[in-house]
């Protein structure tokens, strides 16, 4: 991981697979985040990311049974917030294929296949990691512009 300074802040969570604790999760990231006092698009950004992150564990890691999710994030001297998703599920067993677009393992249940395009899509830096039959780690990265430094190159 390329050195983004001093670490200022860092939370770490565990919470049940169930769905209601997907919004739990986006809304605690938030919360941490909020004390970069980020502007709305990267909060947005980082919450959906969150979001997609989550809910694969829930639907994919899990399926058909609840296990732990572990949530931890961490906020650096450069604005930089780094959240690392683990589960200890099924595991990937073609990474590239299920972080292409539209891929599901799950097309009888409506779902879009877009979490990791989402993810890419709007954090600066995605890796994910997994291990058939021990589970799956997404790391993703953002440099987050706070409304104080957005004023200042605007004045």
Same mark, same amino acid.
């Given at each position: 991981?390329?050195?983004?300074?001093?670490?200022?802040?860092?939370?770490?969570?565990?919470?049940?697979?169930?769905?209601?604790?997907?919004?739990?999760?986006?809304?605690?990231?938030?919360?941490?985040?909020?004390?970069?006092?980020?502007?709305?698009?990267?909060?947005?950004?980082?919450?959906?990311?969150?979001?997609?992150?989550?809910?694969?564990?829930?639907?994919?890691?899990?399926?058909?049974?609840?296990?732990?999710?572990?949530?931890?994030?961490?906020?650096?001297?450069?604005? &930089?917030?780094?959240?690392?998703?683990?589960?200890? /599920?099924? @595991?990937? #067993?073609?990474?590239?294929?299920? =972080?292409?677009? +539209?891929? &599901?393992?799950?097309?009888?249940?409506?779902?879009? /296949?877009? @979490?990791? #395009?989402?993810?890419?899509?709007? =954090?600066?830096? +995605?890796?994910?990691?997994?291990?058939?039959?021990?589970?799956?780690?997404?790391?993703?990265?953002?440099?987050?512009?706070?409304?104080?430094?957005?004023?200042?190159?605007?004045?």
């Amino acid at each position: 991981m390329k050195s983004h300074g001093a670490i200022m802040n860092e939370m770490k969570m565990t919470f049940p697979s169930l769905s209601e604790n997907e919004r739990f999760a986006r809304m605690a990231v938030s919360g941490f985040l909020s004390q970069l006092n980020p502007q709305i698009n990267d909060l947005s950004d980082v919450k959906t990311a969150v979001s997609e992150a989550v809910t694969n564990c829930i639907v994919h890691a899990y399926r058909d049974t609840v296990g732990k999710i572990d949530l931890s994030a961490k906020i650096f001297a450069d604005g &930089t917030i780094y959240i690392r998703i683990k589960d200890s /599920g099924c @595991g990937i #067993a073609n990474i590239p294929q299920a =972080m292409e677009p +539209l891929f &599901t393992t799950a097309p009888d249940e409506e779902r879009a /296949g877009l @979490g990791f #395009a989402i993810m890419e899509s709007f =954090m600066d830096k +995605l890796r994910v990691n997994s291990r058939l039959g021990k589970g799956t780690t997404v790391v993703m990265s953002k440099r987050i512009q706070t409304k104080h430094a957005a004023a200042k190159a605007d004045g």
